[in-house]
């Protein structure tokens, strides 16, 4: 499989739009800042995104409020997203383009809102009233609408593997013939059944996230939305990127806590540059999903000890972002076709004192250097594991 | 077009709690006793933490492998729902509102999509790629859309789950699902296996269409139920008649469902 990657973007905490992500990677400046989402008082870091709140949907998107839409419309307006998808859906015709979208927890954030506002008769107010966004597919309805894409629609929830999963699913649809493009995506928003959820099984760390560090004690939430355009190869034939391989797995262990040898993670990554046609010290730059949880980092080094050289350079970027849940599968593919791109492999921030008991060693400064072959992780709760490998579309 | 065969079924709701129950309920029988929900395939320690929504969908998915007799550790999973499980939902946003530092840790990791699938695949070991997806009204259509096109781009049987259960106050004056409905389809790329319970040819075509009524089930009343929107394809099956069932699958697109028979449905063990 080669399937042509044409424009993509993501907006995060570490910046709206490729441009500024990149401004921050290269000055190693972080979008983590002391919890202040209003209502939430945890003593945490959050990567919250300005002004999500303040997106003005256009009139005929309004029944579809909430923040998590806001935040995939501000996504959507970014690198000439919009306007491309546009141009291709002139092309190709609207139909046959699908949208798949990851989200972990959709609009709850709306529901939570109504749930402070109910009536005296127990009932949601009628502003509250909206059936799609309530439920798991408010990203896919809201993004079809906003696009006019009319193929195929769907929106893909298994945790933090969500928006990795979908460039899996885009694929199984392109190569199946079943529509020609696929625009892939992924939404997740700051929300207080995460920060809280996340507070109850003490994962959550009251400092700055420190991915590999030795101090390491728990991850920070995130928000973030990114999206990209993917195609069989003749129909953009700008494009210089492709997905390669993914690989898609099950821990089979236990609902949030990894497999210890990384067994799962261990069969994603095989499966991912099994498909990619590629041997493992090809690979030239991994973006870790490197939480900055005790176990997932422990658990991740030593699952890429079991396959990678270390040559293969590799990092976690959860200290500019947060971890964007749903949404860090996109964003962590974003930031690795951005070093395929750019060249710049981010060093992990924050890791200031290497864990010397992680069995595979990460990198703590940007390196720069030609990264023909990148690839991204993502895990998330249930055991669910998604790896995707990106590389140039001519050999 | 996609053409797939169907190796297994499972079925549950309120008034049938298997195959072979829907098909007797279906040709006017009622069932002695309201359907129960202990699915064997988690263990006990595990189902006492699992909520209904869980429960019922590794139902549905063990029954559906056990009439095939194939090990889950060679299935791929789906599990699709339009709004998730709205008890969770409910209890999250109801403690959030109170008292937001009270929140169960296990209620939630219980409240991720792909709850059912992760429970599923430590249960049965599988390491297979396991999803969890949703297409709000048209769940049913694009799951069973998705888990063709995986089984058969992967040749490997692909176990698509659907189920909704009732919403609770204030919830269900936006969502009227009144009784829980959960069904699975063990899906195989055509030929891959002898003996299949039915073969399904998938067709997406251009066409704005209604949602079809759903067949008469004496004792419930299904028809809030987004899961449900599967009785007419399930009804097909039990038929044993090649017909066409049209599920919409967006404003405007239809899933056209080509239904052969099989050979002779298999009965479930159970």
């Known amino acids: 499989m080669r399937l042509a990657v044409g424009t993509y973007t993501a907006t995060s905490a570490a910046g709206v739009g490729l441009a500024a992500l990149q ?35 256009p ?34 015709g609207a139909d046959r383009i699908g949208v798949v979208m990851g989200t ?28 799609e966004v309530h439920g798991l597919h408010s990203p896919g309805i809201f993004v079809a609408e906003a696009t006019g894409l009319t193929g195929p629609a769907m929106t893909i929830s298994t945790a933090c593997s969500s928006s990795a999963k979908v460039f899996a699913t885009a694929a199984r ?63 953009l034939p700008q494009a210089e990127i492709a997905l390669l391989g993914y690989g898609e797995s099950a821990d089979a262990y236990h609902m949030s806590h990894p497999h210890p040898q990384g067994e799962g993670a261990v069969i994603a990554m095989d499966r991912a540059i099994e498909r990619a046609g590629i041997s493992a010290e090809k690979v030239d730059y991994i973006n870790l999903h490197g939480t900055a949880s005790k176990a997932n980092d422990r658990i991740e080094s030593y699952a890429l000890s079991r396959r990678f050289s270390k040559q293969t350079l590799v990092s976690s970027t959860k200290a500019w972002t947060g971890h964007a849940l749903g949404a860090a599968g996109i964003l962590e593919a974003v930031i690795a076709l951005q070093a395929i791109a750019s060249g710049v492999c981010p060093g992990t ?47 | 077009m996609t053409d797939v065969d169907v190796l297994g079924i499972g079925v549950w709701s309120e008034v049938f709690s298997n195959w ?83 929140i169960s840790p296990t209620r939630f990791h219980n409240s991720v999509h792909n709850a059912a699938t992760g429970y599923w695949s430590i249960a049965t070991q599988s390491h297979q790629a396991a999803n969890a997806v949703s297409g709000f009204a048209d769940s049913v259509s694009i799951a069973i859309l998705d888990g063709a096109i995986q089984a058969v781009e992967e040749q490997l049987p692909v176990l698509v789950v659907t189920q909704e259960i009732a919403a609770p106050p204030p ?25 299949p319970v039915a073969s399904m040819r998938l067709v997406v075509e251009s066409a704005a269409i209604d949602v079809p009524p759903l067949p008469e089930i004496p004792g419930i009343d299904l028809s809030g139920n987004y899961a449900a929107r599967s009785l007419p394809l399930l009804e097909a099956i039990d038929k044993q008649q090649d017909r066409e069932v049209k599920l919409p699958l967006s404003a405007s697109k239809a899933l056209s469902l080509s239904i052969s028979a099989g050979c002779q449905a298999r009965r479930s063990e159970n």
């Open chain 1, 23 to 57: 401004e921050s990677i290269t000055s190693r400046r972080s979008g983590l800042r002391k919890n202040d989402l209003r209502g939430c008082d945890l003593d945490t870091w959050i990567g919250r995104i300005d002004g999500v709140e303040d997106q003005q949907l």
């Open chain 1, 59 to 92: 009139p005929h998107l309004t029944h579809l409020l909430s923040r998590n839409n806001q935040l995939a419309w501000l996504g959507l307006q970014q690198d000439g997203m919009l306007g491309d998808i546009a141009r291709l859906s002139d092309q190709l």
């Open chain 1, 104 to 131: 972990s927890t959709s609009s709850i954030g709306r529901t939570e809102e109504a749930y402070t506002q109910l009536l005296p008769s127990g009932e949601f107010r009628d502003e509250f009233r909206q059936p």
């Open chain 1, 173 to 235: 649809w392109i190569n199946h013939g079943l529509i020609d493009a696929v625009l892939v995506g992924g939404i997740d928003s700051l929300c207080m059944s995460i920060l809280y959820g996340f507070h109850s099984l003490e994962l959550v760390s009251q400092n700055v996230c420190r991915p590999f560090d030795s101090r390491r004690d728990g991850i920070n939430i995130g928000e973030a939305c990114g999206y990209a355009l993917l195609a069989r190869e003749e129909l």
């Open chain 1, 349 to 395: 921030l924050n890791c200031e004192q290497p864990d010397p008991e992680l069995a595979f060693p990460v990198i703590t400064d940007n390196a720069e250097r030609p990264v023909r072959y990148a690839m991204t992780n993502s895990f998330g709760f249930g055991g669910n594991n998604a790896t995707l490998v990106f590389g140039p579309i001519h050999d």
């Open chain 2, 20 to 102: 072979d129950e829907f098909r007797s309920v279906m040709s006017g029988d009622v069932m002695d006793t309201a359907a129960t929900l202990a699915p064997q395939v988690i263990p006990a320690k595990e189902r006492r933490r699992a909520p209904v929504s869980v429960k019922i969908a590794v139902e549905v998915m063990d029954q559906a492998c056990r009439m095939a007799a194939l090990d889950a550790k060679e299935i791929a999973t789906v599990f699709a729902s339009a709004i998730g499980d709205m008890q969770i939902t409910d209890y999250m946003c109801r403690t959030l509102a109170e008292a937001p530092r009270t």
């Open chain 2, 171 to 195: 919830l269900d004056s936006i969502y009227a699902t009144a009784h829980p409905f959960a069904m699975a389809l063990l899906l195989s790329p055509a030929g891959a296996h002898p003996s």
